[in-house]
């Protein structure tokens, strides 16, 4: 099918934007404004960089004579707190909110800049208080709580580095970080509440605790109110900590002045892949590319107000919870518990109750609501909404139809981002004038240049799978893996030089946009044809019985390798050998016969990370009786 707008014909399932979308973006001709950042990227960088505030502005925009290891804003001075805090107290922002947290229980608490900045203040000067200083590491294990932002404020306000641990972590991955980041103090909580339940934070970290060399305080916050073990000399409650005179009364508390390139944060990346690794970033870079990116393609206005449903325990949360949306000035939503809890309408509600207007979640959870249908988001006024976006992994094109038409009613664009860890920002998304096509993220955002390569590194033909590279530095890219710069090079940089492998495999259509299929371990080939697992997932998922599914391959006799399906069904829908024939022959119809899964086993869960990844390397080793190797990021 072709679609027409104009004079632009685009090729397949085409959703142009309306005339009043297009009018009110900040980037209103998307075109225009990547052909700047192509003529020349520096000056495109520069002027994007010169949107925030600096203590000293820098003498070179990058500095790549050392090529992996890219510096970006030489000789700048700043602090990503300057321009997440700082700068709005000095303004009319200082009383507009910065943050409504609605807690699983229905509790509500609100921070205005100039309350946030208070809170940040008073903490920043208990982390000074205990001895942490520039360069210190700060590990925060924490739930989905405002006291987690104000730790990772404080905690970049003062120069240090923190290593943020999702607060469902197992005793062992918590013990592992902790260990290897060297940490001075951590941050947590007595517990955190998910489906009515309560996960007991304190008692992990202090089993992590004693596999390790303990670090010297521990901060616990009250927040589920249980009995808990303080080790005294150790343990301190936050809540004392915040009422000591030494922070009661003193409410200031200076911004330490960095460099550009000096470290804000290490994070350990989801072992879907094997081994976390810690990634490193910087306050400079880090800071220009996660506004430019959050300001074009949410397109924020100061009357938005945004909710992103991620944990700020992953990339997305520091990103886009925490400063991309404060950098912006805007006003957040955060919500602690189950999208489920205690009914399936329980983000809808959120989104009504507070006139959410930008909503950004993952596949994984919206595939998720679908099973419950339309009708718990019926049940409210989702008017408020005016953008939709997806994140995580690629959203299947059934499920995007799903969010666009029973979420955003069918007149709110979906923002579909492809971006890492290791990216710091989205590095292929559209942007709100844009025309898309369910299932792709359209294409590089200014200032990014992208390529679809094969195995020697040459450009693939339109329409074929190769690896998805990155051809120019960006400012908020990964410096370094914390304290092993041979595996930054090698896993990044080695197979292709001058140019970053990203891990995922991709395809470019006519019209070039960028379709992503998978991690290039989530590759199958059979009888020599390469499928994606994305592809084939969405095949299952297309069927009105299936709310989710994955894929693998395993070895086969004759094929090669052989594809074994892994299906959840709908709520209503049975489990039997006619259902099973019929999936079969429905992948085969919407794939090709090659894609015929040779079995399909009927579950009740899947394997993921705790940011919803789906683990196939832990689905193969389970069908093969292998050993299932890392599952310190398997969610429980």
């Known amino acids: ?62 500095d790549d004579a050392n090529p992996p290891f890219f510096k970006w804003f030489v000789g700048g001075k700043t602090n990503i707190v300057l321009n997440a805090i700082d700068r709005h107290v000095k303004t009319w922002r200082r009383n507009k909110l910065a943050l409504i947290w609605e807690g699983e ?120 109110g249980q009995e808990v073990n303080m080790e005294p000399g150790r343990d301190f409650w936050f809540h004392e900590l915040m009422a000591l005179p030494l922070t009661r009364n003193n409410m200031r508390c200076e911004t330490e002045v960095m460099d550009a390139e000096d470290p804000l944060f290490i994070l350990y990346t989801s072992g879907t892949t094997g081994k976390p690794k810690a990634i490193l970033h910087t306050h400079g870079g880090y800071a220009v590319g996660v506004h430019a990116t959050f300001i074009d393609v949410f397109d924020i206005k100061e009357e938005d107000r945004w909710w992103c449903t991620a944990d700020p325990g992953w990339i997305t949360g520091h990103s886009y919870i925490v400063y991309a949306p404060l950098i912006a000035g805007a006003t957040s939503v955060m919500y602690e ?59 299947n094109p059934e499920a995007w139809r799903w969010f ?68 120019r530095p960006w400012p908020s890219m990964v410096r370094t893996v914390y304290k092993d710069p041979e595996r930054y090079v090698e896993t990044y940089w080695s197979k292709y030089p001058g140019l970053y492998l990203a891990g995922d495999s991709a395809r470019k259509d006519e019209d070039g946009y960028f379709w992503i299929i998978g991690r290039v371990d989530d590759v199958i080939k059979v009888s020599g044809y390469r499928l ?40 209503g829908a049975v489990a039997n050998d006619a259902l099973m024939e019929q999936l079969k022959q429905h992948v085969a119809h919407e794939v090709g016969p090659i894609a015929k899964p040779e079995t399909i086993e009927f579950v009740a869960s899947l394997p993921k990370t705790r940011s919803g990844k789906i683990m196939r390397r832990v689905l193969k080793a389970r069908a093969q009786g292998m050993d299932e190797g890392d599952l310190t990021t398997l969610e429980e």
């Open 337 to 395: 518990g189950a999208p489920t809890y205690p009914y399936p309408d329980r983000w809808w509600g959120i989104i009504e109750k507070y006139g959410v207007s930008v909503f950004y979640s993952t596949p994984t959870a919206i595939r998720g609501l679908m099973r419950f249908g339309p009708a718990w988001p019926n049940r409210h006024d989702l008017s408020s909404l005016r953008l939709l976006g997806s994140v995580g992994e690629p959203i």
């Open 105 to 224: 229980k229905g509790e509500v608490r609100t921070f205005s800049y100039h309350a946030l900045a208070r809170e940040v203040c008073k903490f920043a000067n208990v982390l000074k208080s205990m001895g942490v200083v520039k360069g210190d590491r700060v590990t925060i294990y924490m739930p989905r709580i405002p006291e987690t932002v104000i730790a990772m404020l404080a905690t970049a306000k003062i120069g240090a580095v923190h290593s943020v641990v999702y607060g469902g972590f197992s005793v062992e991955a918590l013990h592992g970080r902790i260990e290897d980041s060297e940490s001075k103090v951590i941050v947590t909580a007595d517990g955190g509440r998910m489906n009515g339940k309560i996960v007991e934070l304190k008692k992990i970290v202090d089993e992590a605790l004693r596999r390790t060399a303990a670090p010297e305080n521990v901060v616990v916050i009250k927040h589920t």
């Open 1 to 62: 099918m072709s679609a027409t707008k104009g004079n632009e014909i685009m090729k397949g399932e085409v959703y142009y934007p309306a005339p009043e979308i297009i009018a009110q973006a900040n980037v209103p001709d998307p075109e225009a404004a990547r052909r700047e950042a192509r003529e020349n990227p520096e000056a495109y960088w520069a002027r994007r960089a010169s949107e925030l505030d600096w203590y000293q502005k820098w003498e070179k925009v990058l």
């Open 404 to 471: 666009h038409k029973h979420i955003g009613k069918e007149r709110c664009p979906i923002m579909d981002t492809w971006w890492q860890t290791e990216t710091g920002g989205f590095m292929i998304a559209p942007m709100p004038a844009m025309p898309l096509k369910p299932g792709s993220g359209t294409k590089p955002l200014p200032g990014i240049e992208a390529d679809v390569v094969d195995e020697q590194g040459k450009p693939v033909k339109t329409g074929d799978e190769g690896f998805l590279v990155l051809k």
């Open 532 to 571: 994606g697992t994305a592809e084939l997932e969405s095949a299952l998922v297309s069927h009105p019985s299936v709310a989710e599914a994955a894929v693998i391959g395993l070895p086969h006799e004759i094929k090669g390798v052989a594809i074994h399906a892994y299906v959840i069904l709908r709520t």
